[in-house]
């Protein structure tokens, strides 16, 4: 009852919010224009986009802008994430034309951003953000993490914090600190267990903000752990921001390698370095007899880098304490750091930093 409520509330706002020859567009206010998406309610948030015909993005600018302005103004205790989107027509191939300027921007105070990715769910990637995020920091570097699996996220319970970030008056974000990393996730602004469904153009103006948005300080890196496949937030990501590289994480099976290779394949056509390939899950070692057990197969991922000639950055155990750590949000890099445990991932980020250019 209560989003109902709130919702009638920026529906009945966005009546005063008047649209460029509004007849032309299927009403003369935004409440009625078939481009407004879905009024997402959470608890911190407010966020809708507004597609708009191709070409048509500096006329409505204004309509996006006096829809920020007056949603804020009934729902200030909330973070309002307006999104204007258009479809882009593709372009033509013609050889030897100018090559468009390169929209890509920096991140104020971050030096070099990696991308953590995944062809399937299921593989252990976040759990490998955040101990990588942890051994870098380890290393001496500051590190920051953001969670952009806007339709899992699973940071803040890795992390062990809860609770929408702070606002400051300007509308940034304040990062949460957790064992010393600066940390955002869509996860800290929506209700526990509630599903986000999102098209595409919202979650990629919901990275957007949390990326461009959030005071970061100064950072020598920025983990990003980015959804399983090669959906609109890899796409976004890219459009938006020159990363340093992607790792790419997968298990020994089969079906988990055809899928790191589109992975793979994804980040090689939009230039983004590949520095390397973790297999996780390699192998298991029972707790009673200290026998190995190869439950997934064994290699396929180090196979898979020395086929496609990319590096190889090391291989983690399925272990039962890795998993209890991440469960209880304290990281085995954090809770038992001279650990067997905890020593793969200290060497793959020891591996990694040689494939980091300065």
Do not use: C
Not at 37 to 43: Q, R
Not at 72 to 91: G, W, Y
Request: net charge neutral; charged share 20%; hydrophobic share 40%.
């Amino acid at each position: 009852m209560f989003k109902n409520s709130v919702k009638k509330q920026v529906l009945a706002a966005l009546k005063s919010v008047k649209l460029p020859n509004g007849a032309k567009f299927g009403g003369a206010s935004l409440d009625e224009y078939p481009g407004l998406s879905e009024v997402i309610i959470t608890k911190s948030a407010i966020a809708f986009s507004i597609e708009v015909p191709k070409g048509m993005e500096s006329a409505f600018e204004p309509v996006q802008q006096a829809a920020q302005k007056i949603v804020q103004e009934i729902s200030s205790d909330k973070k309002i994430m307006v999104s204007l989107t258009s479809e882009s027509a593709p372009k033509p191939n013609v050889p030897n034309a100018p090559q468009a300027q390169n929209q890509k921007q920096p991140v104020k105070g971050i030096k070099k951003i990696i991308a953590v990715a995944s062809g399937k769910g299921g593989v252990g990637k976040s759990t490998l953000s955040v101990n990588l995020a942890l051994a870098l920091s380890k290393s001496g570097k500051k590190v920051g993490l953001l969670d952009a699996d806007i339709y899992g996220p699973s940071i803040p319970k890795l992390l062990n914090f809860e609770g929408k970030p702070a606002v400051r008056n300007d509308g940034i974000f304040t990062p949460f600190d957790a064992h010393g990393l600066k940390v955002m996730s869509i996860g800290a602004m929506v209700e526990k267990d509630q599903a986000v469904i999102w098209r595409g153009p919202m979650a990629s103006s919901a990275l957007r903000q949390l990326l461009r948005e959030s005071d970061w300080g100064e950072l020598d890196i920025l983990i990003i752990d980015l959804p399983p496949g090669t959906g609109d937030i890899q796409i976004s990501l890219v459009q938006q921001v020159e990363l340093a590289g992607a790792i790419i994480i997968s298990t020994p099976q089969d079906l988990a390698l055809i899928d790191a290779k589109r992975a793979l394949d994804m980040f090689n056509k939009v230039d983004v370095p590949i520095l390397g390939i973790v297999e996780n899950m390699s192998y298991f070692i029972a707790p009673d007899t200290g026998k190995r057990y190869d439950i997934f197969g064994h290699g396929g991922a180090k196979q898979t880098a020395k086929e496609l000639n990319i590096p190889f950055l090391g291989e983690v155990p399925l272990h039962m304490q890795i998993r209890e750590a991440s469960d209880i949000g304290e990281p085995i890099i954090i809770s038992k750091p001279d650990s067997n445990e905890a020593k793969p991932f200290l060497e793959i980020v020891n591996a990694l930093q040689k494939h980091i250019k300065d």
